[in-house]
T-cell receptor, first 116, second 113 residues
Framework: GAVVSQHPSWVICKSGTSVKIECRSLDFQATTMFWYRQFPKQSLMLMATSNEGSKATYEQGVEKDKFLINHASLTLSTLTVTSAHPEDSSFYIC????????????FGPGTRLTVT | AQTVTQSQPEMSVQEAETVTLSCTYDTSESDYYLFWYKQPPSRQMILVIRQEAYKQQNATENRFSVNFQKAAKSFSLKISDSQLGDAAMYFCAYRDSNYQLIWGAGTKLIIKP
């Protein structure tokens, strides 16, 4: 149980376009979802925290107009990278917590974004 | 603010031997959770072990165990009988009161056959 999926797993887009990444909790209701960014050989960097039906809380230094997060339901959160540029190329990971075990985050497999 | 420090960028161990990965943290909270996550080349984060701060007993999961020293704010991971499949990045993480994880920089574990 407690499976989180991400789609797509890998995406290439042209500079200036937007790309949407989906994060779904498959077998539980996610009270909170988190979005991370990970650069090669580095740790995870928290971008934002979102709760269903509420606006996401962004970490300092993360552009909320560039990284749009929507948490429309208890099983789906989306991250849209708007007007993507090559420097946005990275590995994006989502995680989710459930009410019954809020101390633990369940991670998606990640999405590799390449902007050309 | 809480911080998590992993001072070993890379560790190597002979297959079947035991290795210990270090982690220290800083917090003023008394109740919290600590985690060790494994990230293999697939980059899927996998929970290895969890420790609740109010529990004095060290957590164990099969070949994985921790040495939790609350006063010293130390949380090391011991891997016994190392296997080739244990090769990965290992991250120590602290869960704060906002349910966010504070991450260490990671330790790359190499298993020598």
């Amino acid at each position: 149980g407690a499976v989180v999926s991400q789609h797509p797993s890998w995406v290439i887009c042209k500079s200036g376009t937007s790309v949407k990444i989906e994060c779904r909790s498959l077998d539980f209701q996610a009270t909170t979802m988190f979005w991370y960014r990970q650069f090669p050989k580095q740790s995870l960097m928290l971008m934002a925290t979102s709760n269903e039906g509420s606006k996401a809380t962004y970490e300092q230094g993360v552009e909320k107009d560039k990284f749009l997060i929507n948490h429309a339901s208890l099983t789906l959160s989306t991250l849209t990278v708007t007007s993507a540029h090559p420097e946005d190329s990275s590995f994006y990971i989502c995680s989710a917590t459930r009410l019954a075990a809020s101390y633990e985050q369940y991670f998606g497999p990640g999405t590799r974004l390449t902007v050309t | 603010a809480q911080t998590v420090t992993q001072s070993q960028p890379e560790m190597s161990v002979q297959e079947a031997e035991t290795v210990t990965l270090s982690c220290t943290y800083d917090t003023s909270e008394s109740d919290y959770y600590l985690f060790w996550y494994k990230q293999p080349p697939s980059r899927q984060m996998i929970l290895v072990i969890r420790q609740e701060a109010y529990k004095q007993q060290n957590a164990t999961e099969n070949r994985f165990s921790v040495n939790f020293q609350k006063a010293a704010k130390s949380f090391s991971l011991k891997i016994s009988d190392s296997q080739l499949g244990d090769a990965a990045m290992y991250f120590c993480a602290y869960r704060d009161s906002n349910y966010q994880l504070i991450w260490g920089a990671g330790t790359k574990l190499i298993i020598k056959p």
